[in-house]
């Protein structure tokens, strides 16, 4: 059984305060709690259903603590639509809020970006495209919320994320000699630009693109260019669906 | 005022069958309230704020019915988290399963897509790349859903989209010598094939991926190459994120 005290304490990790006052996030699915227990992630406590336990038995015991509860238990506690098997709450890392080196590849920068669903989904794509750090705005969404958490699948638990301000990477890419590109709605043709093995790509807001104070220190403008004939299309693409394809394109000419 | 039965009806919506019953879907928000005013689409009745009326008159007056209401008024009908000033009734075209031809252009079949954010995304990326027909499975979700209008962001109005089984677009395709491409784990790399401008490319469902069926009938399997060295990595794509790479592919072959 959980008890009432845990439930509340995991109901309340939706909200940022709460997570950074108890120092928690919540993972749940059956899949995600697996690749977070064989990550670097501290988990603090595991709740699994028996049929849970009996599949993963080994895993289990990489949590601090880990309880048997019922199906109905999980689904009292639980934050999704369709409860699976178990729930788990891990420990929040120490920030390191400056990276020692950019590596060599592809690096992302994200300006305040707002949708949940969306910060997940661009985690997913640069653990599939092997982007070496993915950079988050202060202001960006909390990569732990569990909505966040959930879209990401688990690639959470294999990329470097990190909260920084534009002004402190920009000086540290100028130091590095990295280019910084950015997405915009007019810029070069991504398709037809050379792009390098090493870079930060720079994305914007859903609703207001990339701040004027990012883009003054932005060395390149790219963007997709739109292939529809009519006046009247798609005025944009999704943040997610954007980042996937310049992703994309720094990647296929890198290995093709 | 919006009605008690009005707004009861306008609620109802949200499910399938209600939209069957009535033959109505719902539209809300002010951009893309005003895209189906702009389109084909014939607009029922319309709700609209006094603000929303004082700049788009000549827009309300296309509508059969416009009514102004208040902004609480929208509140209690709205399926929004944040509603806007505007909420349409539209009508639901008769279906037309088969199109006249196929066009000379990349056209899409999506495979049984279950998850409404998904399909409207997929929408938004076919207006920007210029698909030219979306072809649905029979069991793929509804695209008059509320969340599927509103995620593809009023990319709807300018989209063809068909409801058809697959054996008989195969059949159509085959009589049209137009090659069928789908996206699989295991393919051709999509960066080193040589993309036709027609073709259907086939995407397929979120969990299950392409049913073995229509699998047989693929004239050509293509993949994402994932770029992750690591053996731990983001096993797939989402769906709508996969399809924006495989289109942007198609596209830069042919423009770039």
């Keep these: 059984m959980i008890g009432k005290s845990t439930i509340k304490l995991i109901k309340s990790l939706a909200l940022k305060k ?12 059956d899949k995600i709690v697996s690749e977070v227990l064989d990550s670097d992630y501290l988990v603090e406590k595991l709740f699994v259903t028996n049929s849970y336990l009996i599949s993963n038995k080994e895993k289990c015991k990489k949590a601090r603590l880990f309880t048997e509860v019922s199906p109905s238990d999980i689904k009292k506690a639980s934050q999704l639509k369709n409860p699976q098997n178990c729930l788990a709450l891990c420990r929040i890392p120490a920030k390191s809020d400056h990276p020692n080196n950019l590596g060599n590849n592809l690096s992302i920068y994200l300006d305040d970006i707002q949708n949940p669903g969306n910060l997940g989904t661009i985690i997913r794509i640069c653990d599939w495209f092997n982007v070496e750090y993915l950079f988050l705005s202060p202001k960006t969404v909390d990569c732990y919320m569990p909505k966040v958490i959930q879209a990401s699948m688990g690639s959470f638990c294999r990329i470097k994320i990190l909260t920084i301000g534009f002004e402190q990477l920009a000086d540290f890419a100028a130091e590095s000699d990295i280019p910084i590109y950015g997405a915009f709605l007019e810029g ?15 994305m914007g807001n859903e609703g207001n693109g990339i701040q004027k104070e990012v883009e003054k220190k932005i060395n390149k403008k790219i963007k997709i260019p739109e292939i529809s004939l009519n006046a009247k299309r798609a005025e944009s693409l999704n943040v ?17």
């Design 18 to 29: 709460f997570r950074i006052k108890e120092n928690l996030f919540l993972v749940e699915g």
């Design 188 to 202: 070069n043709n991504v398709y037809r630009e050379m792009l390098p093995q090493r870079a930060i790509l720079v």
């Design 240 to 256: 997610s669906v954007a980042t996937a394809i310049i992703c994309s394109e720094f990647k296929r000419q890198l290995f093709s």
